[in-house]
């Protein structure tokens, strides 16, 4: 009867200090930190092949977007045509314009698709570097499409397809290549300039950003930002001190043993 209880007592716990010792190690595994992708291979492996050749051959643009990846970003890459199209303008620019018009092309937060289509407005870019040098462009929907507006371009380039989507990292190609009205001419005959959407008085700075184009920006003119990287990471960091219940169970092992044996 007694040697009944100790054999019960063991059946109940062995298994479960067993299984507290699995999870431990289960638990583990996911915490190594994933690598950072390859910013130009990701572009031209979901087809953006000439820009991301671009980017890789300017090497102040390639150096910024693969750094801009540690804090957030959201990039926009023109497709191949698009490219192609716009090589005879860009060819035309200095080693430091062409950086710029590159770094225009990614705004130093990370966007969801569903997080651009509520975050609509005035947002500065990896260019922009103080107010001498705004960069900026308006992302506005029309309808389920998200369009980019740039002074300089009478119409708007449109949101094709998502070439990479990973927190905190997103990257959507465009059908056109993006104009910053810092190195073109405004457009001549500007539609009646759609109200642009209300900018939020203090804008505050990204604090992840290591580039000086950004660092030294007052502040991204990025509207009602909720979706901030810190606030992206911390869902990220949930799965710790797997190894407390595991030594509960341990402990409660020889007690259980003791009292087992106390009662044969
Ligand atoms: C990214 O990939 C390209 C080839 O697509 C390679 O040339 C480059 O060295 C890679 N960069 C890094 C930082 O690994
Ligand atoms: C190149 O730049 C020159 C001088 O700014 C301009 O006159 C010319 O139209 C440009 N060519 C192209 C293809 O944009
Ligand atoms: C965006 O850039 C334009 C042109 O450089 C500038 O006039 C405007 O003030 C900038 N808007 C914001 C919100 O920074």
């Given at each position: 009867?007694?040697?009944?209880?100790?054999?019960?007592?063991l059946?109940?716990?062995?298994?479960?200090?067993?299984?507290?010792?699995?999870?431990?190690?289960?638990?583990?595994?996911?915490?190594?930190?994933?690598?950072?992708?390859?910013?130009?291979?990701?572009?031209?492996?979901?087809?953006?092949?000439?820009?991301?050749?671009?980017?890789?051959?300017s090497?102040?643009?390639?150096?910024?977007?693969?750094?801009?990846?540690?804090?957030?970003?959201?990039?926009?890459?023109?497709?191949?045509?698009?490219?192609?199209?716009?090589?005879?303008?860009?060819?035309?620019?200095?080693?430091?314009?062409?950086?710029?018009?590159?770094?225009?092309?990614?705004?130093?937060?990370?966007?969801?698709q569903?997080?651009?289509?509520?975050?609509?407005?005035?947002?500065?870019?990896?260019?922009?570097?103080?107010?001498?040098?705004?960069?900026?462009?308006?992302?506005?929907?029309?309808?389920?499409?998200?369009?980019?507006?740039?002074?300089?371009?009478?119409?708007a380039?449109?949101?094709?397809?998502?070439?990479?989507?990973?927190?905190?990292?997103?990257?959507?190609?465009?059908?056109?290549?993006?104009?910053?009205?810092?190195?073109?001419?405004?457009?001549e005959?500007?539609?009646?300039?759609?109200?642009?959407?209300?900018?939020?008085?203090?804008?505050?700075?990204?604090?992840?950003?290591?580039?000086?184009?950004?660092?030294?920006?007052?502040?991204?003119?990025?509207?009602?930002?909720?979706?901030?990287?810190?606030?992206?990471?911390?869902?990220?960091?949930k799965?710790?001190?797997?190894?407390?219940?595991?030594?509960?169970?341990?402990?409660?092992?020889?007690?259980?043993?003791?009292?087992?044996?106390?009662?044969?």
């Amino acid at each position: 009867m007694r040697r009944l209880h100790l054999a019960a007592v063991l059946f109940v716990f062995l298994p479960l200090a067993v299984s507290a010792a699995g999870t431990k190690e289960a638990a583990k595994a996911p915490a190594a930190p994933p690598a950072p992708p390859n910013i130009t291979a990701a572009m031209a492996k979901g087809g953006c092949k000439a820009f991301a050749a671009l980017v890789a051959a300017s090497p102040d643009a390639r150096s910024t977007f693969q750094s801009a990846g540690d804090g957030g970003m959201t990039a926009f890459c023109p497709s191949d045509d698009a490219v192609r199209s716009f090589m005879p303008r860009y060819k035309n620019l200095t080693a430091d314009a062409k950086a710029s018009l590159l770094l225009f092309h990614a705004v130093p937060v990370y966007y969801s698709q569903r997080s651009l289509k509520s975050n609509n407005g005035v947002m500065n870019t990896l260019a922009t570097d103080g107010s001498a040098n705004n960069f900026n462009f308006t992302v506005q929907n029309e309808g389920e499409q998200v369009t980019i507006k740039t002074d300089a371009s009478d119409h708007a380039a449109r949101l094709k397809s998502t070439v990479y989507d990973k927190d905190p990292i997103a990257i959507y190609a465009l059908d056109t290549v993006l104009e910053p009205v810092e190195l073109f001419e405004p457009a001549e005959s500007p539609a009646p300039a759609p109200a642009p959407a209300p900018v939020a008085d203090a804008p505050k700075a990204p604090k992840k950003t290591r580039h000086r184009h950004v660092a030294d920006a007052p502040g991204p003119a990025v509207a009602a930002d909720d979706t901030s990287p810190a606030d992206q990471k911390k869902s990220s960091k949930k799965s710790a001190s797997p190894a407390a219940p595991c030594l509960r169970w341990l402990a409660a092992l020889p007690v259980a043993v003791a009292v087992a044996a106390a009662l044969a």
